[in-house]
């Protein structure tokens, strides 16, 4: 779980880092909470099951926010944003 968690927090970086540069706010906006998700969820893996869900419940609500902000932008592709906004619905 650790090795996939420190992946998409680099990947999500990058990405941030690349649709800033391409002038493209929204996008770099949706994966900053998308990064402080993803580092809650690391947080609490080392809590154990039952102190971890708390973290997890914020990490999941961060991430539905950064599927909002980086939907809410015509840069991703219309089905990836289809099937992203019934994803931070559920």
Same mark, same amino acid.
């Given at each position: 779980?650790?090795?996939?968690?420190?992946?998409?927090?680099? #990947?999500?970086? +990058?990405?941030?880092?690349? &649709?800033? =540069?391409?002038?493209?706010?929204?996008? /770099? @906006?949706?994966? $900053?909470?998308?990064?402080?998700?993803?580092?809650?969820?690391?947080?609490?893996?080392?809590? #154990?099951?039952? +102190?971890?869900?708390?973290? &997890?419940? =914020?990490?999941?609500?961060?991430?539905? /926010? @950064?599927?909002? $902000?980086?939907?809410?932008?015509?840069?991703?592709?219309?089905?990836?944003?289809?099937?992203?906004?019934?994803?931070?619905?559920?």
């Amino acid at each position: 779980m650790e090795i996939d968690g420190v992946a998409a927090r680099s #990947g999500g970086r +990058a990405a941030d880092h690349e &649709y800033q =540069g391409l002038g493209n706010d929204c996008v /770099a @906006a949706g994966f $900053l909470p998308f990064l402080a998700g993803e580092s809650l969820l690391m947080a609490g893996n080392a809590a #154990g099951l039952e +102190a971890s869900v708390p973290s &997890y419940v =914020g990490g999941i609500s961060l991430w539905a /926010a @950064a599927l909002v $902000l980086i939907g809410a932008s015509s840069t991703v592709a219309l089905w990836m944003r289809l099937t992203g906004a019934p994803s931070c619905l559920s």
